[in-house]
């Protein structure tokens, strides 16, 4: 039994990471735009976020630093394919690959380096709890705010006057500049901050889920996170559910491998992969729903006044 409250506890810190980056990606997507740089992105933030904590010892201005390295290239993004009309879909993968040679580049120096040590993180009672404890309540904050964000964005999207202008956005900008919002400002601000949710997801993965630096540590999650945002019909609460059950299936092949079952490590690799794969090509089986369910515009560009 305690074996499955550690595949729990894995499977809620892995599912934090493909979390925050996918509600960073469903706010662009929300507003219209797509953006398939978030593998770059989370890469720049991962060092970012890494190398503050190695100089400063604080998780939280690691997380500042990995936000801030997001939000800057998201601006940078923004401003290319909002004011400029670049492609959306090569200026992100032009992002992608940007942010794979600059880490790579940037964290040469940090390859060696640790980060010191943080205190066990333990909900009072509640972490003393036998097996609910260690799978639930000793988790990162960050485990537990990344929830709350969730809650309350569903909130914010379906009751806030600033959430039903960016769906509106998202869904008819001609009709939303024609009411007088400014729409290429809006998306620049959802760009932003899913851009900083990004860098956020980064900065989480080389502090807390894996504290180091390592060449392309993303590994591919910015890629399922993007596919986690069509799986879960832009829905936030769907996008929290289906980040923990790929970070399941992440941590299965870690349990498998401590159980003693037999199967290629090659194999257990691909599985979130894999995974990604049937999950998108049994939703694709029905392009009707998934048209009924996704931003109108998303992927457009929008030009003032035509």
């Known amino acids: 039994m305690e074996s499955y409250a550690l595949l ?17 990606l469903l706010i662009n997507e929300k507003a219209g735009i797509v953006n398939l740089g978030a593998e770059g992105i989370m890469l720049c933030a991962a060092i970012a976020g890494f190398a503050t904590v190695v100089h400063t010892g604080s998780d939280w201005l690691g997380f500042a630093a990995g936000m801030g390295a997001g939000a800057l290239i998201a601006l940078v993004f923004g401003l290319l394919v909002i004011w400029l009309n670049a492609n ?3 200026t992100g993968l032009a992002v992608s690959l940007f942010g794979a040679g600059f880490s790579a580049f940037a964290g ?3 390859v060696q380096e640790k980060i010191p040590e943080r205190p066990n993180f333990a909900i009072p009672w509640l972490g003393d709890i036998p097996l609910l404890g260690p799978a639930l309540f000793r988790h990162h904050p960050m485990v537990y705010l990344t929830v709350v964000f969730a809650i309350a964005l569903i909130w914010w999207l379906g009751r806030s006057r600033a959430g039903l202008v960016l769906r509106s956005v998202g869904e008819s900008p001609e009709s939303a500049h024609a009411l007088g919002y400014p729409v290429r400002h809006i998306r620049l601000a959802a760009v932003m901050v899913g851009g900083a949710l990004c860098g956020l997801a980064g900065a989480y993965l080389s502090v807390v889920y894996t504290p180091l630096w390592v060449e392309g540590m ?11 945002t069509t799986f879960a019909t832009w829905r936030p609460a769907r996008v929290l559910l289906g980040a923990y059950l790929f970070g399941g299936v992440t941590m299965l092949q870690f349990h498998l491998q401590g159980v003693g079952v037999e199967v290629p490590s090659q194999f257990l690799g691909m599985m979130p992969y894999l995974a990604t794969i049937v999950v998108l090509a049994l939703i694709s089986r029905n392009p009707q729903w998934i048209r009924a369910n996704m931003p109108a515009s998303i992927g457009k560009p929008f030009y003032p006044g035509s």
Do not use: D, E, R
Request: glycine fraction near 12%; proline fraction near 0%.
């Open 88 to 90: 959306q879909y090569a």
């Open 108 to 110: 040469i120096a940090y």
């Open 8 to 24: 729990i506890a894995a499977t809620l810190n892995a599912g934090t990471v493909l979390a925050i980056a996918s509600l960073g």
């Open 218 to 228: 993303v590994a591919g999650k910015g890629w399922i996170a993007l596919a986690l």
